[in-house]
């Protein structure tokens, strides 16, 4: 009995420790002259960032430390608000579709399935679609959406080796969850 009670303390243990290596750390990103995107990942995830200030725009390449288990390129641009066309959901949902739509000729999926993305800042639309014949060394699923958080409005693509990796996960929880400052 003293080792089943060890057993199961050794398991919520690392339930907490795995718990807490997927709740990342918080990461600032500047939009250049226009306040702050933050994201939430994994310590672990390797980021390379690129501001391209005259266009006012954020290239974000996500890598995992180590293996090739996924790739996500996040672009976020600054929307001025004064401009009459801000995105909403139904026009950031249309191009989705758009895209999507694009892309399904060389996909196993016939239709497009869209899925929202909604948190406290956050609004937006992806889908995923799988390779009918990736190349060695591809990656069978591509997950592609768009969100807008506050001011920033992000087109991402996440490139994986499974359709429901938790790295997958994270990066959806990581949009999902953006604040912009």
Known sequence: MKALYGILFAACLLGTEMLAQKSGTTREFQVPNHGSLHLT?????KVEAKAMADLE??????LPA???AFDIQITVVWV???????????????NTQRTGNSLLFQASEKTLTLK?????????TYYTLTDRKPGPGEFK???QGSVLTGDALSAFTVLSSSADSSEL???????TEATYQ
């Not at 990942?41 to 995830?45: G, T």
């Not at 725009?57 to 996500?62: K, N, Q, S």
């Open 41 to 45: 990942m994994p310590e672990e995830w």
């Open 57 to 62: 725009t954020l290239f974000l390449h996500v």
């Open 66 to 68: 180590k293996g090739k």
């Open 80 to 94: 001025n608000p004064t401009n009459q066309s801000k995105p909403t959901p139904e026009s950031i949902k249309a």
């Open 116 to 124: 929202e993305l909604r948190g406290t800042q956050s609004v937006g």
């Open 141 to 143: 699923y591509i997950t």
């Open 169 to 175: 996960k994270q990066a959806l929880k990581m949009l």
